[in-house]
């Protein structure tokens, strides 16, 4: 079974509308979720990421993602998008079976539309 | 400080030759891990070195790739004899620690065409 689902390989979305990127993750893994976003010609880049504690977590450029355990989800939002957020967002998870390594999701690439 | 580096940035080789990819950790980081992403698919694991030590090469497809860390500063991947499958984004990355909340910093991958 997938360990982390990302439900859309490619979002549109306005400048200025709402950004909802989701991702599912499996039951069995451990509250280690991570979101990375590539911009065009770069590394991953950490956007935010939740381990325990607060639900609501902030990240860098006006992002946040919630986690949900009764929904198995972590889904990452932004209220109002600019063009700067055009770029491919990952969800993965850490520490399945104690494992160091990240787990990933297929990516979203997300346009952003004048 | 200076991020994490790869060399070369991309790579075009033909079936059957080797090519060897390099990753600068960032100074003092004693973790770090390969991952690749071939076209269309998700970013996978491919090893993770403790300084100089393989401490999970779970992810490592066969053995025509060979990762090594000598000294525990630079990594190498070598693929000897590529393949067309063996085409894709190598991300190298690096971490201070080995706690599950720690970020991984990535370098900006090698873009490998096997033609």
């Known amino acids: 079974a997938q360990s982390v689902t990302q439900l859309g390989s490619h979002v549109s979305v306005s400048e200025g509308a709402l950004v909802l990127l989701r991702c599912n993750y499996s039951?069995?893994?451990?509250?280690?979720l991570f979101w990375y976003v590539q911009y065009p010609n770069q590394g991953l880049q950490l956007l935010l990421k939740?381990?325990?504690?607060?639900?609501l977590v902030k990240g860098i450029n006006g992002f946040e993602a919630e986690f949900k355990k009764s929904e198995t989800s972590f889904h990452l939002t932004k209220p109002s998008a600019h063009m700067s957020d055009a770029a491919e967002y990952f969800c993965a998870v850490r520490g399945i079976q104690g494992a160091q390594k990240l787990v990933f999701g297929q990516g979203t690439r997300l346009t952003i539309n004048p | 400080e200076a991020g994490v580096t790869q060399f070369p940035s991309h790579s075009v080789i033909e079936k059957g030759q080797t090519v060897t990819l390099r990753c600068d950790p960032i100074?003092?980081?004693?973790?770090l891990y390969w991952y690749r992403r071939v076209m269309g698919k998700e970013i996978k694991f491919l090893l993770h070195?403790?300084?100089?030590?393989?401490?999970?090469e779970s992810g490592m497809p066969n053995n025509r790739f060979l990762a090594e860390r000598t000294g525990g500063t630079y990594s190498t991947l070598k693929v000897q004899p590529a393949e067309l499958e063996d085409s894709g984004v190598y991300f190298c990355?690096?971490?201070?620690?080995?706690?599950?909340?720690?970020?991984?910093?990535f370098g900006p991958g090698t873009r490998l065409t096997v033609t």
């Open positions: 990355a690096s971490s201070l620690g080995q706690t599950l909340w720690e970020e991984q910093y």
């Open positions: 039951s069995s893994v451990p509250p280690y």
């Open positions: 939740y381990t325990t504690g607060a639900t």
């Open positions: 070195f403790v300084k100089e030590s393989k401490q999970d």
């Open positions: 100074s003092g980081h004693d973790n």
